[in-house]
């Protein structure tokens, strides 16, 4: 009989791979994550980003100093394709430019509605809220996962911060 402690036998890229679900576009990780929606997978006993384990499977270690910035701003997805590794300024530029982060003006915060960089159209913004509305005991995490947003967007979404 084998030992219950046993470490699992399948590889690493195994273990990991069982866990995503391919769509048309993002490919989701599909077990534990953290508040934020990012994956987190155990290697070698230690919590990563499932986002960053993905990409190191598929394309070696990430250059020191560097975070991993998504194309698609889904934290949910780990398709190699969509992560791209820059500094942390990088990042930040990224989520400005695609209106995933509101830029300060002042001690206030600038809001507004969707611009041509936004994640979403007004109409898009519509289905968010109505989805939202009618969630019953559904949590923003599962209304994310449902409509494969962002949790931050469907949270933003529901306080009303940055979109219309």
Excluded at 42 to 52: S, T
Excluded at 83 to 95: E, S
């Amino acid at each position: 009989m084998a030992n219950q402690y046993q470490k699992d036998p399948r590889s690493l890229a195994e273990r990991f791979w069982e866990k995503v679900s391919k769509t048309a576009t993002c490919w989701l990780w599909t077990a534990g994550s953290q508040k934020a929606g990012y994956g987190r997978f155990k290697v070698n006993g230690k919590l990563q980003g499932a986002h960053r384990v993905a990409y190191e499977l598929t394309n070696g270690p990430i250059p020191a100093g560097l975070v991993l910035c998504h194309r698609c701003d889904n934290p949910q997805c780990v398709n190699p394709a969509h992560l791209f590794p820059g500094t942390h300024g990088d990042n930040a530029r990224d989520a400005i430019q695609k209106g995933r982060r509101i830029v300060p003006t002042g001690s206030r915060r600038k809001k507004g509605c969707i611009g041509p960089n936004r994640q979403l159209t007004p109409e898009r913004v519509q289905v968010v809220k109505t989805v939202i509305a009618q969630r019953g005991t559904k949590k923003l995490t599962q209304v994310a996962k449902e409509l494969a947003l962002p949790y931050t967007l469907i949270k933003d979404i529901y306080y009303g911060r940055g979109y219309c």
